[in-house]
């Protein structure tokens, strides 16, 4: 119920992006099939981000960036109607945290924007980056870029500021959507993911710390 729960906000949601999806076929998709199946599985999130034998760390963590883009921008989606310009004027994770957006075209400096703005320039960023074959290649053979880890962990270093940000100023609203169990497993997966290889600066993680679930740290 709560996959058809989001489902129907998910088709309310007109400005929501398309799904990146793998083509089938490739060793990506192989990958983000097992993947699924063993988060499906019921096993510990923890051994479920393991890299598996034999298979490549890029493709794993490419998979990965890809699937928690897809994830996080449906978690979101079903916020937009709580977080608006009026409610949240900053792009923040509670009174200590507050993150300008920055990029290489519109936004040379670390500007302030409003979460809705924040969010937008973000999930367009990430979209760009993960749909660009000279960052994240498709076709067999081609290799990954040497930056390929540095792209990932600037992504997913951004993608945890929007659970930051869900999680501290739009708990209510999971919670009245009946969406706490979905958006918590996200979460753990997720955090379990970039602690396992390092992605994400613990710096960036001291927001959600002392989560009332206890984890962290």
């Excluded at 906000?9 to 398309?18: A, L, Q």
């Excluded at 709580?82 to 900053?90: A, Q």
């Excluded at 979460?187 to 001291?206: G, N, T």
Aim: aromatic share 14%; with cysteine.
């Amino acid at each position: 119920t709560m996959a058809l729960c989001l489902k129907q906000v998910f088709n309310k949601d007109k400005t929501f992006r398309p799904r990146k999806k793998f083509e089938p076929g490739t060793q990506r998709f192989e990958l983000y099939k097992k993947a699924q199946a063993s988060l499906k599985s019921g096993l510990d999130l923890k051994s479920v981000v393991q890299l598996p034998p034999g298979e490549s760390i890029n493709d794993w963590i490419a998979v990965h960036v890809v699937d928690f883009f897809n994830r996080i921008n449906l978690i979101y989606g079903t916020m937009t109607e709580y977080c608006t310009e009026k409610s949240c004027p900053i792009m923040s994770g509670g009174l200590k945290y507050e993150y300008r957006w920055q990029d290489d075209s519109k936004y040379k400096k670390p500007t302030k924007l409003s979460a809705p703005q924040y969010m937008c320039m973000l999930m367009d960023w990430i979209e760009m980056l993960i749909n660009n074959e000279d960052i994240f290649p498709t076709r067999i053979g081609v290799p990954f870029p040497k930056q390929f880890q540095q792209v990932c962990t600037k992504i997913l270093t951004r993608l945890f500021r929007v659970f930051v940000h869900v999680y501290i100023h739009h708990f209510d609203s999971i919670i009245n959507m009946g969406a706490e169990a979905h958006v918590n497993t996200c979460y753990k997966h997720f955090y379990y993911f970039i602690r396992e290889f390092s992605l994400v600066d613990h710096r960036e993680l001291e927001p959600l710390v002392r989560m009332p679930q206890g984890w962290g740290g």
